[in-house]
C-alpha cells in the first residue's frame, strides 16, 4: 500500500508527506499558554459549526465539505481513542482561515509546515498542512492528536506520550510496521539498531533522526502492549502520569527502563531487520 505520508517537525508539529506514517505532536507542555489564557483565544471571523454524532469542528472561511469531513473522521478518531482508553472522548475540532491564524490560535510564534496540533482540549489544524495530507495521513493526524488531548501528557517522558499516540493512531490505520517504520527499518537493516529509548533532543525540531525517533517511541508503546496486553499499556501510561515512568513501569510491567530497553531493542531488531 503507498500511502503519501512522512515526518518532519517544524517547531512543535509534524509535516507530513512522502512515504511512511506518522502523525503530528502537540505543542510541549511547556510551551502551552495555561488554560485561561488558550480559553480566551479564539477563531477571528464568521465561523461555521458542524456537528458530528461525537465531534463539533469550528470553521473559519473553510469549505463546508471540509469541515463535514472534519466532523466524519474526528467522529472515527474519537471511537479509535475511546475504544483503547475506555473513556467517552468528544473532539472540538478549529480549523482556522489561515496558517497565520493557526499560529495564534495556539499562542506560539508560527505554526508554518504543521497539519496539525493538539492544544489544551481541542485540535487545531493548520490548513494548508492538513490540505496535503492522504485521506490515511488525515486520520492518523487526527487520532494522534486526540489521544493527546484525551490522555494527556504532563508528566510523561517524550517517547511514552508521542508512542502512545501513534499507538493509538496506528492502531486501526491499515498502514503496516514497515510502511509506518521505513526509516527505522532502513536503519536497522543497515545494522544500527538503537541503543537507547529516544530522549527529548531525539523530538527536537530540525533533528536528522527526527523519525526514527518517532518510530521508535512507537515500537516501544507497541511492545508493551503485544507483551503484556493493551489494558496494561494504558494503565502503565495513566500511572505514569500520576507518579512518573519509572515506578509506573515496576508496578504495571515489573521492568526498569533499562531492562524496557533491553526488549525493546530486541523487538525492534525481530520486527524490521
Not at 508493551?224 to 515496576?250: K, P, Q
Amino acid at each position: 500500500m503507498s500511502v503519501q505520508v512522512s515526518r518532519r517537525v517544524v517547531m512543535a508539529g509534524l509535516l507530513l508527506f512522502g512515504l511512511g506514517g506518522a502523525a503530528a505532536p502537540q505543542i510541549p507542555p511547556a510551551a502551552r499558554p495555561a488554560a485561561a489564557e488558550r480559553a480566551s483565544v479564539t477563531p477571528a471571523g464568521s465561523a461555521q459549526v458542524v456537528r458530528g454524532e461525537l465531534s463539533d469542528v469550528t470553521g473559519v472561511g473553510a469549505d463546508p465539505a471540509l469541515l463535514r469531513d472534519l466532523a466524519r473522521r474526528a467522529d472515527t478518531a474519537a471511537r479509535r481513542v475511546s475504544a483503547v482508553l475506555g473513556t467517552t472522548v468528544t473532539p472540538h475540532v478549529v480549523v482556522p482561515a489561515s496558517t497565520a491564524e493557526a499560529a495564534r490560535l495556539a499562542a506560539v510564534g508560527s505554526v508554518a509546515g504543521l497539519a496539525a496540533l493538539a492544544d489544551g482540549d481541542r485540535v487545531i489544524v493548520v490548513p494548508d498542512g492538513f490540505a496535503r495530507l492522504t485521506p490515511t495521513g488525515r486520520d492518523v493526524v487526527l487520532t494522534h492528536e486526540l489521544t493527546h488531548v484525551a490522555a494527556g501528557t504532563r508528566g510523561l517522558p517524550p517517547w511514552l506520550y508521542e508512542g502512545f499516540a501513534d499507538y493509538v493512531a496506528y492502531k486501526d490505520s491499515g498502514l503496516s510496521l514497515p510502511v509506518a517504520a521505513a526509516e527505522l527499518r532502513a536503519e536497522v537493516r543497515a545494522g544500527r539498531v538503537p541503543r537507547a529509548l529516544p530522549g527529548p533532543g531525539g523530538f527536537a525540531p530540525g533533528t536528522v533522526r527526527l523519525a526514527q525517533s518517532y518510530q521508535e517511541a512507537w515500537l516501544a508503546c507497541r511492545f508493551l502492549a503485544e507483551r503484556f496486553g493493551e489494558e496494561r499499556l494504558v494503565a502503565l501510561y495513566r500511572d505514569a502520569r500520576a507518579r512518573g515512568v519509572d515506578r509506573a513501569l515496576r508496578a504495571t510491567a515489573g521492568l526498569d527502563v533499562a531492562r524496557l530497553t533491553g526488549m525493546w531493542r530486541d523487538y525492534v531488531r525481530e520486527r524490521l531487520g
